[in-house]
């Protein structure tokens, strides 16, 4: 069984400032990693993801994110954040290749970013 | 172009109704989920198919039923409506093992 750790429930954070937002999870598995980013009173939007290779990953609007499997963590970071920014992100984990017919995302309950002015 | 939508939107019903939420996904994947996220924005699969096949069937009340017509298409009929029904429903699809692309959600409120 997969399972997703977000240990904070709300982060508040002055505009320009970084930004990091933890996961860790556990899985029997070799996993994908994934962050999703929910606006308010929209859908999910995929951020970034981790499927293989490089540990690192980063999306086109200044986050990132890096795999490290010793620590089980995917945490999500950003240099300067942006009022646009606040939203709600999840972190989820899926079983990957190895885990054929069971891709189910397993989410973490979510932090909501707020950017304070 | 819509890659995953859903209808309807907003769906507001009685106690022991009963509704269909449909999804439609023009990406050409193969699997489909269905996803609940509660009041307190909890997101957990509910079901998923692929190739319109069930492979995925989490522990949900027998009241909701899915129904995939075709790979492109997954709905949602849910049977004598609870009021902890209401939550906001979202679809999503992927090819096999690889990120999932997220509808708009469905919000559903049982009165």
């Known amino acids: 069984a997969q399972s997703v750790t977000q240990l904070d429930s709300q982060v508040p954070v002055f505009e320009e400032a970084p930004v990091e937002l933890r996961c860790n999870y556990s899985s029997s598995v070799s996993v994908y990693l994934f962050w999703y980013v929910q606006y308010p009173n929209q859908g999910l939007q995929l951020l970034l993801k981790y499927l293989s290779g490089s540990t690192l990953v980063k999306s086109i609007n200044g986050f990132e994110a890096e795999f490290n499997k010793s620590q089980t963590s995917f945490h999500l970071r950003k240099p300067s954040v942006h009022i646009s920014d606040t939203a709600e992100y999840f972190c989820?984990?899926?079983?990957?290749?190895?885990?054929?017919?069971?891709?189910?995302?397993?989410f973490g309950t979510g932090t909501r970013l707020t950017i304070i002015p | 172009d819509t890659a995953v939508s859903q209808t309807p939107k907003y769906l507001v019903t009685q106690m022991g109704n009963d509704k269909s939420i449909k999804c439609e996904q023009n990406?050409?994947?193969?699997?489909m989920y269905w996803y609940k996220q509660d009041s307190k924005k909890f997101l957990k699969i509910m079901f998923s198919?692929?190739?319109?096949?069930?492979?995925i069937n989490e522990t949900v009340p027998n009241r909701f039923s899915p129904k995939s017509p075709d790979k492109a298409h997954l709905n949602l009929h849910i049977n004598s409506l609870e009021l902890g029904d209401s939550a906001v429903y979202f679809c999503?699809?992927?090819?096999?093992?690889?990120?999932?692309?997220f509808g708009p959600g469905t919000r559903l409120t049982v009165t």
């Open positions: 198919y692929n190739n319109k096949e069930l492979i």
């Open positions: 989820a984990v899926s079983g990957g290749l190895s885990n054929f017919g069971n891709e189910k995302l397993t």
């Open positions: 999503a699809s992927s090819q096999v093992a690889a990120e999932q692309y």
């Open positions: 990406l050409g994947h193969d699997t």
